[in-house]
């Protein structure tokens, strides 16, 4: 087997270091490893031999690979004995002035043509390259933990970073058997900041009492397909890891509204409530195990009035099938009668807004988010106002769980909860885009690998419709004032036209 680099030093013998010697020894390097810590490269080796006798011992590598791998692998115990390395790999700890000070003296250690690769997850490879004579030879080579498991690498290139040296990195990464993405050296990335747009617009909605932590949860995972509900990635990321990364984006995005971080995780990362690992976060761990209030049966309704339907409720045709398919009585007049239970289905606007500008009786009125077609979901979600008559709230909640849908019905806000969330990803993503930090391909690449999204968030704009999620954000921005809505340029221009890839992106 040849490698594309024949001799790998990985300085950093913790976690994210193994990972990525292990991965350089199956793929074919002679793989040097080193730590400062006295012993921690000889322990290194040891967990790495361990991992490889599991996978015999599961069937998934043969002995004779584990041994040739193995045989590749070594503890050094000084920098010096990296010298003939063509590749070094940094995984220390997360400060620009250590990762300068390790640079600087392997620089003057390793013949000029070697690669300097760090895997830095929020720091700038041009600030980290700064100071060498030779930037050129500098990348960031950001795997994500555990690194054997997670089959994703962003290469990132500085500002003055040899093109040669990002094409080599990615095609270790493939001899690795993993996924490799280019990026420009921005804050985040690809993977953190696209990411911005779950948590945080989560914690905002939080934020503004529209509903609890476990309700957004639920919406998110069973109307779009998320695997955890955002609080529930918090909790097992944990604050300690999560939170300093929006600060982090905001600050390096000088203060850019839409990466704001919440006060919400802020207090709890202040308290000591970290998620699963302090045992309590947005959930309880009793026993390492997420305890979680069951959710509420539909309520009795004895008598569920008549359903008039708003003439600019958004899939208003299913709307009026889905209702027919409940057996709810409808109203097919111009206005509702006095008695009619008023659903409207908006995209963007707050039901009050709606209620006031259609002139209809808001304390019969409530909404159904419909921006993503029911059948293609497991939960519904209706929204009330401040004046919504509690036994209409219960005529709602009561008809739409008929077939037995879960429903939650949340309090009122510019866009229900997955519009709001959505529209941020696919915004934040178009904003990528527009930015040229990637490829819209390996932004795909990028957020269902990196962070297990459903599909990517450019696909999603495409399911859920552009100009459904244009209309949404423009509308949010009305209500909200808020230039944290404000829709991408990339995004205004393929909302006509869609959002998957063309041409534009070989």
Known sequence: ???????????????????????????????????????????????????????????????????????????????????????????????????????????????????????????????????????????????????????????????????????????FTREMGHTAV????????????????????????????????????????????????????????????????????????????????????????????????SGKGFYDYPGGKQQCAAEPPPPAVNEIPPVWVSPRAARRSELLELLKSLHANMETGTSPSPQALVLVAPLGFDITTVAVVERLDPARTVGIDLMIDDAATRRRVLATNPATRLDMRDAAHALFARDGKPVSVIRDSGGFTTQRVVATIVNIASDICQQGISSPRDLEKAVTLGLGYPMGPLAMGDRYGPTNVLEVLFNMQTVYGDPRYRPSPWLRRRGAIGLSLTHEEN
């Open 1 to 171: 087997m040849t490698a594309v680099f024949r001799l790998v030093g990985v300085v950093g013998a913790g976690a994210m270091g193994n990972g990525i010697a292990q991965l350089a020894a199956q793929a074919g390097s002679q793989v040097l490893l080193h730590d400062i810590r006295p012993g921690a490269a000889d322990a290194g080796v040891a967990a790495i031999t361990a991992q490889w006798n599991k996978l015999v011992a599961k069937e998934r590598m043969g002995s004779a690979e584990a041994a040739a791998c193995h045989s590749r692998l070594a503890a050094v115990a000084s920098l010096a004995s990296l010298q003939e390395c063509d590749l070094v790999v940094e995984a220390i700890v997360e400060r620009l002035d250590a990762k300068q000070a390790l640079f600087a003296e392997l620089e003057s250690t390793l013949n000029s043509r070697a690669v300097l690769a760090t895997n830095t997850s929020s720091l700038s490879v041009t600030a980290i390259a700064a100071r060498l004579a030779r930037p050129e030879n500098v990348a960031g080579f950001h795997f994500f933990n555990p690194p054997p498991l997670m089959k994703l690498v962003e290469v990132v290139a500085g500002l003055k970073t040899d093109a040669a040296v990002c094409n080599r990195l990615a095609d």
């Open 182 to 277: 280019m990026a420009k050296d921005t804050p985040g990335f690809i993977v953190n900041h696209a990411g911005r747009g779950y948590g945080t617009e989560a914690l905002r909605i939080a934020g503004e009492g529209i509903a609890d932590f476990a309700t957004i949860d639920r919406v998110l995972r069973e109307q779009v397909g998320f695997k955890l509900g955002p609080f529930e990635l918090m909790d097992l990321t944990g604050l300690d890891v999560s939170q300093p990364v929006m600060e982090a984006i905001y600050h390096q995005y000088f203060e850019e509204s839409r990466y704001r971080p919440s006060v919400i995780a802020a207090q709890r990362l202040a308290g000591g409530v970290l998620g699963r690992k």
